[in-house]
């Protein structure tokens, strides 16, 4: 499986997570606690958010761990809000277009999961994507797909709506070739302004997603204002971290954290 990371708060530079924390996702990219694959190895990749309407995005095949642009750029790049991820590929090729973060206009999306016996379903799932969307099709991964599956049921206009349908469509598909694999999901989304998270299994075995508030120097180590979301968390001290239950979906604003159901 993979690793991710996402942050919203007070402007801080990219390091502050991805690599300045006791179990940074840097770190998680060669030894992950909290997953099937303790090395995520299979690539990496980073969207953040500045006053330009789209995320810059930076992605490659290296380890994150053996990056030496990555650890450049995170030194220097202050944002207040991005997503990192690293990979461990469940099957498909090892290339930059498989790496997440994937963008659409100025939406992001990163995934950890997989959609059950992939290669059976990969074209029925595709067909469920739209004319529109279709073409900005770069790679040949699950999480892509989903991604654009989404997008093509309204994801702009209502996230929340449109990942249920998504993942109850999927599910459809999968039903029919009567998968021996289960779904299973746990992805971040983001639009710039706001981030929706979903965590979400058939056989209830979900990656694992948190949120919390580590420590970082724009932030005041007394405040539990939640600032990240992730696959794990980012040091040991529990009191900064809550764990997300199963189909459970969470809602960032500048507001606060609100959780929901999801309902498939």
């Known amino acids: 499986m993979c690793r991710w990371v996402a942050y919203a708060g007070p402007e801080i530079y990219l390091e502050d997570l991805i690599f300045h924390q ?15 694959w303790v090395t995520n190895g299979d ?11 789209t995320p810059g995005l930076f992605k490659d095949i290296l380890p994150a761990w053996n990056d030496a642009n990555l650890r450049s750029l995170a030194a220097h790049i202050r944002t207040r809000l991005f997503f ?14 498989n790496c997440h973060p994937f963008i659409w206009q100025n939406w992001s999306f990163m995934h950890n999961g997989k959609i059950g016996n992939w290669q059976h379903c990969r074209k029925d799932v595709e067909d469920l994507i739209d004319h529109v969307h279709y073409p900005h099709r770069e790679g040949t991964t699950d999480s892509e797909a989903l991604f654009l599956v989404a997008l093509s049921k309204g994801l702009i206009q209502n996230p929340i709506a449109a ?18 694999e289960p779904m299973r999901i746990s992805c971040a989304l983001s639009n710039g302004k706001e981030i929706w998270t979903f965590r979400y ?7 694992s997603m948190y949120f919390g508030s580590p420590y970082t120097r724009a932030s005041d180590p007394r405040s539990n204002s939640i600032s990240t979301i992730a696959s794990e968390p980012s ?7 809550f764990k997300v239950d199963e189909r459970t979906g969470l809602h960032w604003t500048e507001q606060g954290l609100q959780q929901f159901n999801i309902s498939i």
């Open 235 to 241: 040091d040991s001290n529990a009191a900064h971290w």
């Open 43 to 53: 690539g990496f990749g980073v969207a953040w958010y500045t006053q330009r309407t």
């Open 163 to 180: 990942m249920q349908t998504t993942l109850r469509d999927i599910t459809k598909v999968m039903d029919r070739h009567q998968t021996d």
């Open 84 to 97: 990192a991820h690293v990979r461990a590929t469940t099957g498909t090729a090892v290339n930059r277009s």
């Open 201 to 207: 299994s058939s056989d209830d075995r979900s990656p």
């Open 22 to 36: 006791e179990h940074s996702i840097v770190s998680q990219s060669l030894a992950a606690n909290q997953s099937a």
